[in-house]
């Protein structure tokens, strides 16, 4: 079983973290796929957006409980997650077509900092956002961390990376960090809807937007990513 489903059609490509008995909870493995078919789906001239969605009743649990048990225990481990993690920032941030969240459901930690890096969210009303890294003692998601404060506000922001609390779909429109909420079991088809809406445009000027936007803060957040974890653009996870 792939832990990265991937359907292409009508100019959509939909990734979607497979791993529902395990509420799609990240290890490097699933990380690793999903970084793969990212960039075929960027590579690929049939495709103009990129929507994510979670299989089953969860977006994103996270972070692994058995990974995270590692990252407490081992600083090296912790260190090469991070790095793992800022590849697949990058690579999300740097994606040449536009990308659409369809949070189907909680997405917690990377869960969270994937909604944050994809250029537009659909959440359903059961889900919410939550960054619960500093109930273990570790750094927040980098998603959360350089986003979150650009959609909403350096004081809101600190509120959610310092407690960790769950933000609620309604809320998370109040503040900025979603699109748009929708019907329990609607995310997806929402998310289809919008990603239709850009399919429809000419390309070229899909394209030529997009990258207009991820040059207005690429720089920077490469700079972050380099400065905190020791990497380049282009690496793959480990």
Sequence with gaps: MALVEVSTADGVCLLTLNRPERRNAITPELLAELHAQLRKADSDDAVTVIVFTGAGTHFCAGGDFAVIERMVASEEVRAELARNHAVMAQCVLGLSKPSIAAVNGPALG?????????????????????????????????????????????????????????????????????????????????????????????????????????????????????????????????
């Design 110 to 238: 990377f869960g969270a900092e994937l909604a944050a890096f994809s250029d537009m969210v659909v959440m359903a009303e059961n889900a919410y956002l939550c960054d619960p890294h500093i109930r273990f003692g570790l750094d927040p998601a980098p998603g959360a961390l350089l986003i979150w404060p650009q959609l909403t506000s350096r004081a809101i922001a600190n509120e959610l990376l310092l407690t960790g609390r769950k933000v609620h779909a309604e809320e998370a429109l109040r503040l900025g960090l979603c699109n748009r909420v929708v019907s329990e079991g609607k995310a997806l088809e929402a998310a289809r809807e919008l990603a239709a809406r850009l399919c429809a445009l000419p390309r070229e000027g899909v394209m030529k937007a997009r990258h207009a936007l991820r040059q207005s803060y690429s720089a920077l957040l490469a700079a972050h990513f380099a400065h905190q974890n020791g990497i380049e653009a282009g690496q793959s996870p480990r």
